[in-house]
């Protein structure tokens, strides 16, 4: 399930390109899909176009209000 401030798509990809994000997403320890993230994030940042970081989701339970 996607987090609910994340936009999702559909992706269509070589399945040899795929085979391969999924040795390195594993080599560092990561999701296909964050692979994906990371690998953008570099490509853009190396063409000189800047991202803001968004907001990460927030996990547990919501503090009780008294």
Known sequence: MASPNKKS???RLDPALFKALERA???DFRSVN???EVLL???LAKRGIK???SEPARRG???KED
Do not use: G, I, K
């Open 9 to 11: 798509f559909a992706l």
């Open 34 to 36: 964050a692979q994906v």
């Open 25 to 27: 997403a594993a080599s």
């Open 61 to 63: 339970r919501p503090v």
């Open 41 to 43: 994030r570099e490509a």
């Open 51 to 53: 991202v803001e970081a």
